[in-house]
């Protein structure tokens, strides 16, 4: 006999994965997180306008920031980025950046079905159709050591759950971790390391990278130079946070 979940938690209450509080049978408890956490990862979202071009805060300028302004002279360390826009929906600090933790290091996939409800939430605003979703796709020893890819694990949930487009376009092969690293280091850890997957599908003319944190960009432009050098004409990415600049 299969006893409820909620019987379940009623016995054997599951604590909420970022501050400890027991949780009760509610829409939250299958991500392992409580209303209150919720509501403070909610809070947390970017607000006010962006870059165009990377989608860093904006305090004064207008339009791009001072580094893309930068990078649109094209010089060699500073060019002008592969991706043609992106946005993060969060910054990663706080909250958001706890629970990024626990979905990756722990490892804790519960909150998937919550990266992928907020991304599916911005897509409206941002496309009148949507575009066909890419995963990022992670390092192989990352994925060993967790059993499973945090971002197509969220492509899966896109495409079962909420019957989006989307495809696994790139894989990637033994890179170093990008952690410490700058931006100049990581597109030469990264040169040679995503490699195009070929499939039966016609080349898509435009694709949304999805990846889980953006630090300097490295990764999703590497990532889009790929996908253009392949015959797509256009690459916007979404991150679920931007780690503070």
């Given amino acids: 006999m299969t006893i409820p979940y909620s019987l379940v938690c009623a016995i054997y209450p599951l604590r909420c994965r970022l501050c400890g509080t027991p ?37 004064s300028e207008e339009g791009n920031c001072l580094q893309c302004r930068r990078r649109e002279q094209k010089n060699e360390q500073s060019r002008e980025y592969y ?8 910054m990663y600090q706080d909250t958001t950046q706890l629970l990024i933790k626990a979905y990756k290091f722990d490892p804790l996939p519960a909150p998937a079905y919550l990266w992928a409800h907020f ?42 759950k909420y019957r989006l487009p989307t495809a696994v376009l790139l894989k990637r092969r033994g890179s170093a ?21 070929p499939t039966n599908r016609t080349t898509p003319k435009e694709v949304l990278l999805i990846d889980d944190v953006y630090t300097t960009g490295a990764t999703l432009d590497e990532c889009a130079r790929v996908l253009k050098l392949h015959g797509v004409s256009k690459v916007s990415a979404l991150t679920i946070a931007m780690a503070p600049y």
């Avoid at 971790?177 to 997957?197: A, C, D, F, P």
């Fill in 23 to 59: 949780l009760h049978h509610t829409q939250f408890t299958r991500l392992q997180i409580c209303t209150s956490c919720f509501k403070k990862i909610v809070k947390e979202r970017i607000k006010g306008p962006r870059c165009s071009t990377c989608g860093v805060p904006l305090i």
């Fill in 119 to 160: 991304i599916v939430k911005e897509l409206p605003s941002r496309y009148s159709k949507s575009p066909l979703i890419v995963p990022v796709p992670a390092r192989k020893s990352s994925i060993r050591s967790r059993g499973w890819d945090q971002m197509e694990l969220i492509r899966r949930i896109l495409s079962r």
């Fill in 177 to 197: 971790s990008q952690k410490q690293l700058n931006y100049v280091q990581r597109m030469e850890n990264l040169t040679g390391h995503i490699k195009y997957r």
């Fill in 83 to 90: 991706f043609d826009s992106h946005y993060s929906i969060f």
